[in-house]
């Protein structure tokens, strides 16, 4: 079964230090993987997301991860936070990759990041 | 662009109590989702609309749990009667590929607390 695994429920850093938000996949298959971001009382948004293309993946707002498939991982990092990048970010795989006819998220259970000023 | 639309955004019932929840996804986009995220956890798809018919409600629970979509459009979530664990923010979403490509627009939510 494929799933997705946070390590991390929160995690907390300084303004201007750097951010990894750590993720463990697990897939019997080459997986799609997402990352979600969600701030107080706002929807979802994606962040970024990872096709088999390129391993290093570029997203919004100067955050960027890499998959990893000999660790079975997908680290979220950005080189120094910002007081605006406090929100709750969840790591996602797509089961369509997984041969599902439609496609289903599974979503991890979130790492709440909190950034001091 | 307008974006996904929801409401109500918070409601307060007691269990037992019946409650609907609307949502009007971007315009022209063709895939509706609902989703239940339970405090502390991820959110879960409910079911999955393309246009007005029903794509996947395996994680619908049929029994107190409703949905529909009569014109490929806005959307409606039903629970009836709502129970304790009911209490989550329903987040609707939506996309305009009939796949799931795992780009979904989301919408605020509505928040329920059932008492």
């Known amino acids: 079964a494929q799933s997705v695994t946070q390590l991390d429920s929160h995690v907390s850093v300084s303004e201007g230090t750097p951010v990894l938000l750590r993720c463990n996949y697990s897939s019997s298959y080459s997986p799609s993987l997402f990352w979600y971001v969600q701030h107080p009382n706002k929807g979802l948004q994606l962040l970024l997301k990872y096709t088999s293309a390129a391993t290093l993946v570029k997203g919004i707002n100067g955050f960027e991860a890499e998959f990893k498939k000999s660790e079975t991982s997908f680290h979220l990092t950005k080189p120094s936070a910002h007081m605006s990048d406090a929100a709750e970010y969840f790591c996602?795989?797509?089961?369509?990759?997984?041969?599902?006819?439609?496609?289903?998220?599974?979503f991890g259970k979130g790492t709440k990041l909190s950034v001091k000023p | 662009e307008a974006g996904v639309a929801q409401s109500p955004r918070y409601k307060i019932i007691e269990k037992r109590q019946s409650v609907a929840f609307w949502c009007n996804p971007i315009?022209?986009?063709?895939?509706l989702y609902w989703y239940q995220q339970i405090l502390g956890q991820g959110p879960k798809l409910l079911i999955q609309f393309q246009n007005n018919g029903v794509v996947d409600d395996s994680q619908l629970p049929k029994d107190r749990f409703s949905a529909e979509r009569l014109k490929g459009v806005d959307s409606t979530l039903k629970i009836q009667p709502a129970k304790l664990e009911d209490s989550a923010v329903y987040l609707c979403?939506?996309?305009?590929?009939?796949?799931?490509?795992?780009?979904?627009?989301f919408g605020e939510g509505s928040r329920l607390t059932v008492l």
């Open positions: 979403a939506s996309s305009p590929w009939a796949v799931n490509t795992g780009e979904l627009f």
């Open positions: 315009s022209g986009h063709a895939t």
């Open positions: 996602v795989v797509n089961l369509l990759a997984g041969g599902g006819s439609q496609g289903n998220l599974i």
